[in-house]
């Protein structure tokens, strides 16, 4: 049983610094989903389509010369067009939970916060391609920037975004934990600084919430 009408699924976005935990955490949400019954789509941004995965190649590669910032925020949304139309909204009328590992609540934060795009912009690019589809629920993964970063670097190579000073993720965050505050209802945060069997721990008291 579900707190949504069981012909429309929930949408859960899940969000963070990098080196947060969010991709493991998201799997083992997705497990404890799918153990209650309830169909999943398991997804991504950028990406979760065949031409929002090549739009994230050339977002995060470091190949080509650094992209003006307002080419990011546009490819950004281009990627998010396609995946809601192919992937997500069609999964959500057939009754799919949609998983999405970051939403356009990241665009808020990184293009926003981390490259200081006036925020209308934004608003106005997220009314245009989505409407009034938002997240149901917002998992945040809230970690101090700088050992999310190291985090990130000792996983190995570090793409475009994870190579940005430290104090580009300190706004981010900031933004986050903004966003959080103003939307209380949908906004769930984890701890993420603790090791992992604690953060799952925090995390089946929040899922404990939303299944019932």
């Given amino acids: 049983m579900t707190k949504k009408n069981a012909k429309h699924g929930l949408f859960i976005s899940f969000e963070g610094v990098e080196g947060a935990g969010k991709t493991t955490n998201i799997e083992y949400i997705a497990e404890k989903i799918e153990a209650s019954g309830q169909e999943i789509l398991l997804t991504r ?10 739009i994230r190649e050339l977002l995060i590669s470091k190949e080509f010369p650094e992209m003006h910032s307002t080419t990011e925020l546009l490819l950004m949304f281009a990627a998010r067009a396609e995946h809601l139309h192919r992937k997500i909204i069609p999964s959500l009328e057939q009754g799919r939970w949609v998983l999405c590992d970051r939403f356009t609540d990241a665009t808020y934060a990184y293009q926003g916060a981390g490259r200081d795009i006036d925020l209308q912009n934004i608003q106005t690019l997220e009314n245009l391609v989505q409407g009034t589809l938002r997240p149901d629920y917002t998992f945040l993964f809230d970690i101090d920037a700088d050992i999310g970063l190291a985090r990130a670097k000792n996983r190995g190579e570090t793409d475009r975004f994870e190579q940005q000073h430290l104090d580009f993720f300190n706004r981010v965050r900031s933004a986050y934990l903004k966003m959080a505050e103003e939307n209380p209802q949908r906004y769930r945060i984890v701890n993420a600084q603790y090791d992992l069997q604690t953060v799952q721990k925090q995390i089946d008291t929040l899922l404990g919430q939303i299944i019932q």
Avoid: R, V
């Avoid at 941004?45 to 090549?54: I, M, V, Y």
């Fill in 45 to 54: 941004e950028p990406g979760g389509t065949d031409l929002g995965e090549a």
